[in-house]
Structure formats: C-alpha cells, structure tokens
C-alpha cells in the first residue's frame, strides 16, 4: 500500500465500497483491518494494487451533445503494393488541405477533432454548412491537386456526413474523444463511397437543403444502403462542378425487384393515353442516341403515386452517370431519382419522384424521360405497359447514314416476330432523316422493335 500511496481512509473507503460484509471499524489499524479481512477479500486488493487498478476512477461521462459530423479516409491507403512513403505523403496531403481551409481555420472551440490514421473525424458544434463546405472544398482542392500528378500519385478520399449525438469523454492523453450514434453513422456512410464520394444521411441532407434552396442542386439521393446490423440508411450522394463523384456507391441491400415485376404493377397503375419515343443518333461511329420517351399519364388507382419506376437496357456499357439521365414533369420541372434498384453495366431500374403526387384519375399529367446510351445493334425494342390511345415512334439521323428501316411487331411470351406492314414516313430536315411511324389503340403486352 505504501508504494502505491494508498492510506488507511483510502482502505476503508475500498472495503465499504467492494467488500460491504467486511465490518470495518475507523479506530482499527491497517493491520488490523486487513487481519480481520477473508484470504480472498486480500487477494483480491493485492491484485488490485499490484496492478495500479486502485488508481481508476468510477467513469464519468459528460451530458450527451450534438453535432454535424465529417468523417474521411484515403481510399486505398492500405494498398500493400504502396510504400508507407507514399502512403503518409498521401496523408500529409489531407492534412494540409484541411488545416489550410478556412472553415476549419475559422472553426468554434467547441469543434472535436480526432486523427483516425489516414483520415480524420470532424465534429461542428454550430451548423451542418460547415461540414459541407470542408467536404467541398477539400474536394475540389484534391481536384486541382490531382491534375498535376501521375495516376499512381493521385489522392483520392471519401466523405461521410451526419448530425447526431455523442458522449465527450477524456482519453488516454487527456485530450477530449467523443463516442456516439453521430459519429458512427457518418463513420457508416463513408464507408460505403469511393473515390472522392461526398456522401451524406437523410438527417444531415435534409438540414442542409433547409438551409439554403441552391444546395438542393448538389444533393443526389443514391437509395438505400446497408450499414451495418441488419440497418438500412437512406444515403444522399453530394456532387457538382469541380467536386464529389457522380457514379452512386455500388455495394447496397436493396428490396429485389424484377422489371417484370414492375411492368405488372405499372400496367394496373397508369393509362399512357400517348407515348411517343424520339431516338436522335448523335454520333454515326458509336450509335450514340439521345433518347426522348414522352408520356402522358393518368392514375388509374384509387390512392395517389408518389414514385414512379423505370427500367432502361443497353447494348454498351454504362455508368450510371454517363447516361444523362433527365426525367422532367408537365411544367418541365426536373424530377429526381430517389433510389436506384439496379446498376448493372447493360441494365438500370430506378424510383422517381414527382413533385407532387398523381392524384386519381388526374389529368394533364406528363412525363418526359430523356437519356444517353450507344445503339450498336441499332435497333430499339418498346413495350407498351397500359392501353394507349396513340403511339408514335421517330428517328432522326445524320444523312450520311445509311438506313434499313423496318418496324417488326414482338410477341413477348413467345418470342414470335412478325414485319409490320403499315409504312413508315420519311422526309429530309436541316440534313438530318426523320423516319416516323404510328399507331392508334395499342393494348397493354404490344410490343415493337424499331430497326435502322
């Protein structure tokens, strides 16, 4: 006891606390007060103080507080074929980029930061901008950095946001830690992005878009991914000119679905009174198509829609980004994807959501779709989903293309092809071919291919 400090009213107070059926007088020595204790009551207090065990405190933890979160690692700086040179020459790199910035320059003393190894953890006391803007920022710097480097040298990071609360506790050195959901969820959503992902919550997404409306520009909702535990997040992916990365993370739990499977549902939803489907070639060589699918819609249910499905194929493949995906409305407001179902390189399923919910049996309701995707085959098969009471389908192509133009009608549950009869028009605008055809009163399971 002697050589660990310990005196006769630290004895008592340790007897009183651990061994209470251990009658312990004050006017008692210490020899005394150990002569009167159990063998395992001494064995255990020599364990104790041989160990330094007597010198921890009762853990004690300051309230739980709130704050926004940035969490953020170089990808891939466990690479084993990197030298540890150039692994902490990537980490300097950050470092620097994040102490020279002035969100973080400028930042509340209440601010917790915590070094993770190759990255670091941020928490803002005041608002979820400055996490943004430290994302940002750090990210268009990497951007500029990068530039001038070998693809080898390249720094490459990936972010993850969220609001949310956090014990603050002491450690080791006696510097200030925090523990907590905040801190993990953000540590969570990183972890699914890769290089140069800005990726956020659903909590912290939509605190920024409160914030200021121009920031509904860069929030992207990717759909939902699993964390960790069985738990699903709805993840936001943040990007715009000079930073983030377009393509959505990958690895995700989705609820299966199958594009058969939503074609059933889709025909029991909606009537398509028109369609019409424009393919404009954009490049001879590589059959690059702009492809405009027009519809008017109207609820056919009882209960309003508030997303909307779609299924594109392709020849060639695709990133998700490198389709131009645009979906516009009847006031040609564009919607935004609120989950994708499948990313596949020939094959995408994804929700759209209208800016307002169609109403049963509304009418003057629209919706455009337009994207990019090479036809090499060039041909273009569409599946009538409802009964319609007028299609059109058109193809405009430079004239120095040579057509074969042929309409061929598809049975979908046999296979069966069958040429159709009925011609197509043809005429010359601005040295461009359009080759248009139509039909009146298609029924649900129709279906065309369109050759050229």
């Excluded at 530039?147 to 609360?165: A, F, H, L």
């Excluded at 535990?229 to 393509?247: S, W």
């Amino acid at each position: 006891m002697e050589e660990r400090d310990k005196n006769k009213e630290w004895l008592v107070e340790y007897l009183k606390k651990n061994q209470p059926e251990i009658p312990v007088k004050p006017n008692l020595t210490v020899g005394a007060i150990l002569d009167s204790s159990p063998t395992e009551a001494l064995s255990e207090l020599v364990t104790i103080l041989k160990n330094g065990l007597g010198e921890v405190a009762d853990p004690s933890i300051d309230p739980v507080r709130s704050f926004h979160w940035f969490f953020t690692d170089i990808v891939a700086s466990a690479n084993p074929n990197m030298s540890t040179e150039d692994q902490a020459r990537r980490i300097v790199v950050l470092t620097q980029l994040v102490a020279k910035n002035d969100v973080f320059r400028n930042r509340d003393p209440e601010t917790i930061v915590l070094p993770t190894g190759d990255g670091m953890v941020i928490g803002f006391a005041e608002s979820p901008e400055e996490p943004l803007l430290l994302a940002i920022e750090v990210s268009k710097g990497l951007d500029l950095y990068n530039k001038s480097k070998r693809e080898q040298e390249r720094v490459d990071i990936r972010v993850g946001m969220d609001s949310g609360p956090v014990f603050l506790l002491t450690d080791v050195n006696g510097q200030r830690n925090a523990w907590g959901q905040g801190l993990i969820m953000a540590r969570r959503i990183m972890d699914l992005g890769k290089g140069m992902h800005i990726l956020a919550s659903d909590n912290f997404a939509k605190s920024i878009e409160r914030l200021r409306p121009e920031y509904k520009g860069i929030m992207h909702i990717a759909g939902y991914y699993s964390v960790k535990h069985d738990e699903r997040a709805l993840v936001y992916n943040i990007y715009g000119d000079g930073f983030g990365n377009k393509d959505p993370p990958e690895a995700k739990e989705v609820t299966q679905t199958t594009a058969e499977d939503q074609y059933s549902v889709t025909t029991k939803r909606f009537l398509f009174s028109s369609i019409d489907v424009t393919l404009e070639i954009k490049d001879v060589k590589s059959q690059l198509t702009r492809h405009s699918l027009f519809w008017s819609v109207i609820n056919i249910t009882k209960e309003p829609i508030e997303r909307i499905y779609y299924s594109l194929d392709g020849d060639s493949p695709r990133k998700f980004s490198e389709l131009n995906i645009k979906i516009t409305d009847e006031n040609d407001e564009e919607l935004q994807i609120t989950g994708i179902l499948v990313n596949k390189p020939h094959h995408k399923e994804f929700y759209v959501t209208p800016k307002r919910p169609f109403a049963p049996l509304e009418k003057g309701r629209t919706l455009n779709l337009q994207y990019d995707w090479e036809e090499p085959d060039r041909q273009f098969v569409y599946r009538i989903a409802s009964n319609c009471s007028a299609f059109r389908f058109q193809l405009i192509a430079p004239e120095e293309l040579e057509l074969k133009q042929k309409v061929v009608k598809v049975d979908i549950l046999t296979g069966e092809k069958m040429l159709v009869t009925k011609p197509a028009s043809i005429e010359m605008k601005n040295g461009q071919v359009v080759i248009t055809w139509s039909e009146k009163n298609l029924s649900v399971m129709d279906a065309f291919r369109f050759d050229w």
